[in-house]
Every structure is written in structure tokens, then in C-alpha cells.
């Protein structure tokens, strides 16, 4: 079973910056699109930014302008550079790959990173 390897998590002062990092453990084909989603307690996971196999990108509006969403399909890898940080950041973020083999969608989530954002 592959799984996704995230890093990069941690506490850090509101303004400051972090840079998460998620890489497959083994070769994954086909991926059509990555993400980045976070939680927090009581709430649902929620799309913070996604990056397809072409290129595009789109981003929640809480998080466009600070964050920045990067990826390297033929490594399994993907990046979010979060900038500007403010403490509503606050969450657990989980990586996110989607296979697309002939229309048969196969979801990858990774174990999730904390990130705090505080004084």
C-alpha cells in the first residue's frame, strides 16, 4: 500500500512562514490531481489548495495571496508554501493524491501534519 509522507509541520509565530512538504512512499501513476486540506477539531476537512496534472491551481479564499500550492507529478511530490501565517491557520493538514486510471478514481491521503500558528 502507498502511502504519503508529509513533513514540515510545526509551531510558528503569526506573520512567520512554513513549508509543508508530501511525498509518495513507492511510484504512483496517473495522478491526475494533488491537494492540500486541513481540520481542525469539530470542523470538517476543508480544501485549502489543489494543483492538476496540467498546471492548475486554485485555492481557498482564506489562504489566496499567503499560501502557494507546488507539485512534481513524476516524483509523487507536492509542496505548500504558506506565508503570512495568522493563528485561524491553525489545523492538522493532510496531502492529498488522485489517481485517475480509465476513469477508476483512487483517493490517497497522508497521516497529516500539524501546524500552529502562535504567539
Known amino acids: 500500500q502507498v502511502q504519503l509522507v508529509e513533513s514540515g509541520g510545526g509551531l510558528v509565530q503569526p506573520g512567520g512562514s512554513l513549508r509543508l512538504s508530501c511525498a509518495a512512499s513507492?511510484?504512483?501513476?496517473?495522478?491526475?490531481?494533488m491537494a492540500w486540506y486541513r481540520q481542525t477539531p469539530g470542523k470538517e476537512r476543508e480544501l485549502v489548495a489543489q494543483?492538476?496534472?496540467?498546471?492548475?491551481?486554485n485555492y481557498a479564499d482564506s489562504v489566496k495571496g499567503r499560501f502557494t500550492i507546488s507539485g512534481d507529478n513524476d516524483k509523487n511530490t507536492v509542496f505548500l508554501q504558506m506565508n503570512s501565517l495568522k493563528p485561524e491557520d491553525t489545523a492538522v493538514y493532510y496531502c492529498?493524491?488522485?489517481?485517475?486510471?480509465?476513469?477508476?478514481?483512487?483517493?490517497?491521503w497522508g497521516q497529516g501534519t500539524q501546524v500552529t500558528v502562535s504567539q
Open positions: 513507492a511510484s504512483l501513476r496517473s495522478i491526475h490531481a
Open positions: 494543483i492538476t496534472i496540467g498546471g492548475s491551481t
Open positions: 492529498y493524491f488522485q489517481q485517475n486510471i480509465r476513469w477508476v478514481f483512487t483517493d490517497y
